[in-house]
């Protein structure tokens, strides 16, 4: 008989599995990149993400000579020693994330390091002998190519698990980490800093980086807890090890909050309210409520001060009341009402208008019931009775109909930096395919063309018409419309309709206009070329996200994946792109 002693191995391929399978998404590697360059000591970082690449940029201490390489570098699961200090490092294994998802070239000082696993396994090739590199700058190829959704998902959860990183951080040039030191804190701990969110899970940062999340009910609270001491994670830095002394203390402080959160809601609501209020809160008026009110100040019986105080006004298709005074604030006393007809949808364009040029305040026809008159004009008359002659908040009467004539002699253009979310990105899209909506415009039989349509500069607007031009220099799309239709594929159809219909034009169009028998014939040989709605609808819908992105804009879940199937389709060959356009244009 015979006995030894005899140590464990690890087999390579054990080590590229560990290596693959680390991290199951791009933001957790991306991640391990952030944290691996604080830990070299880095005042400041950059990540530049593409749908085909990653670049993480830093100016740290990178890697020094041959020896770091080969004992940091090539070694994994190598222990750090105390003196390096490390605020995030524990097992040399999370470079390994970043490995799994492309081809890296790592650059550091004098060195080159070009990794590809799925090509190379566990070798790698080693350059020495360049020029000196600040920093490390990690150039990462990716073996997928993002899709659209995949590309914004990673971008909000890199900057979600980067959310309270020491050092400035920026992503695609634009910094998100959040300066802990502005942050109002609830419990301000030698171990960790704690905020309390009553309406959100229980978020635990690691130094900074997010760890995991855990169900509001888990410890009775919820909200973030940023640690300022390393607490100790699982291999895959995932889960907090319940031997952690640091958790230990935190959850310590969690179960107070948690028993005090639950003495208060345990307390009768009397005794909560005699210690928070001197008075209950005032009772929701009906509409029965209202209506006695008004009776009682049109008799007489209600003092200016109370009256002015009450929420008896109620604007156009809104829910809530308003007092005078705030109908007063709208538009400096001015108010309007629309036409019996005016709940219906055809009136709404008017009010927008009304409300965009600070015409008046626009009123809902409820009040007539409510106030016992016939007319806007009687409530005004009314109303300011019950006002001192010189208060402030005495209304003007604005007919409806001296509105709209108003209204038709002003189309006026927004400028760029003024628009919202939604229209930067219709207006930068519609630009960008411009030539394949605008090229092609048929010519005049009399030949009297100016300058060619395709020039036209497309802008939006406000105004009573949804479309117009001044015939020569630009086509203006109204504001309102791209609010109503937005970015769906059949959004795009009707975008292509406007274009093409002012583009006809060579007249201003602003006022009234006719169409003749040329502008028809015109019309329809523009829509007999090949540019058809279908194909202007894929372009624009392929093209969004990334003109998106160069606006500074986001584009939504929704139209990120009509992008997605668009290129699914592309990838089958035009003939398929062409169907699956269509689809979608009539879903």
């Known amino acids: 008989m015979t006995r030894e002693r005899r140590s464990f191995k690890m087999d390579h391929q054990l080590l590229l599995d560990v290596i693959k399978r680390q991290a199951g998404s791009l933001w957790k590697a991306a991640s391990e990149g952030i ?96 020029d000196p590199h600040p920093g490390c700058t990690i150039t990462i190829q990716l073996y997928d190519e993002l899709s659209h959704t995949q590309f914004a998902e990673i971008v909000e959860q890199i900057k979600a698990n980067c959310k309270y990183v020491s050092i400035p951080i920026t992503l695609n040039d634009k910094p998100f980490a959040v300066d802990c030191t502005k942050v109002p804190w609830d419990l301000e701990l030698p171990f960790a800093d704690i905020r309390f969110k009553q309406n959100q899970d229980l978020r635990v940062y690691n130094q900074g980086v997010k760890v995991l999340s855990f169900y509001r009910n888990r410890y009775g609270v919820g909200g973030d807890v940023v640690t300022k001491k390393p607490i100790k994670v699982n291999f895959a830095r995932n889960d907090i090890m319940d031997s952690c002394p640091i958790w230990k203390a935190i959850r310590e402080e969690l179960a107070k909050k948690a028993l005090a959160d639950r003495a208060e809601e345990e307390t009768p609501v009397s005794s909560r309210r005699a210690a928070t209020t001197p008075r209950a809160a005032p009772k929701r008026l009906t509409e029965q409520d209202h209506e006695r009110f008004v009776a009682q100040a049109k008799d007489g019986n209600i003092e200016p001060k109370p009256f002015k105080r009450a929420r008896i006004y109620k604007k156009y298709e809104q829910r809530a009341n308003a007092t005078i005074q705030q109908v007063f604030n709208a538009c400096n006393g001015k108010v309007t009402m629309p036409p019996e007809s005016g709940f219906s949808f055809g009136h709404r364009h008017e009010v927008e208008q009304i409300h965009m040029n600070e015409l008046a305040c626009v009123l809902d026809r409820a009040m007539l019931k409510r106030w016992g008159c016939d007319s806007l004009e009687d409530i005004v008359e009314l109303a300011n009775k019950r006002l001192p002659a010189r208060d402030r908040c005495r209304l003007t009467y604005m007919p ?55 020039k036209r500069r497309i802008v939006l607007g406000y105004g009573p018409r949804q479309s117009w031009t001044d015939g020569r220099t630009f086509i203006a799309i109204n504001r309102e419309l791209v609010r109503q239709l937005k970015t769906t594929p059949s959004a795009w159809d009707y975008y292509l309709h406007v274009l093409r219909h002012e583009g006809l034009h060579t007249v201003n169009t602003a006022r009234n206009h006719k169409h003749s028998q040329e502008f028809f014939r015109r019309y329809h040989e523009w829509y007999s070329n090949k540019w058809h709605v279908g194909r202007f609808a894929h372009l624009c819908a392929a093209d969004l996200p990334r003109i998106a992105v160069r606006v500074n804009e986001q584009a939504d879940a929704d139209e990120l994946y009509f992008a997605d199937k668009l290129e699914e389709c592309a990838r089958a060959g035009d003939a398929v792109a062409e169907a699956g356009a269509a689809e979608l244009a009539n879903t």
């Open 35 to 130: 944290m691996n360059f604080i830990d070299s000591g880095a005042s400041k970082g950059e990540l530049e993400l593409t749908r085909r690449t990653l670049i993480i940029r830093d100016n740290g201490k990178g890697f020094r000579s041959r020896d770091d390489i080969e004992n940091f570098f090539e070694v994994f699961g190598k222990p750090h020693e105390a003196r390096e200090a490390k605020t995030f490092g524990r097992f040399r294994m999370g470079r390994g994330q970043l490995f799994a998802f492309g081809h890296n070239i790592w650059r550091s000082g004098e060195f080159e390091m070009n990794i590809n696993i799925e090509r190379d396994g566990l070798d790698y090739h080693l350059k020495s002998g360049l």
């Open 400 to 454: 409806w109909d001296d509105l709209m004539v108003t209204l038709k002699s002003k189309c006026q253009l927004v400028p760029d930096e003024q628009l919202i979310r939604i229209e930067k990105i219709v207006l930068a899209v519609l630009r960008e395919n411009a030539n394949n909506a605008l090229g092609g415009c048929p010519r005049r039989r009399d030949g009297d063309d100016d300058l060619p349509v395709v």
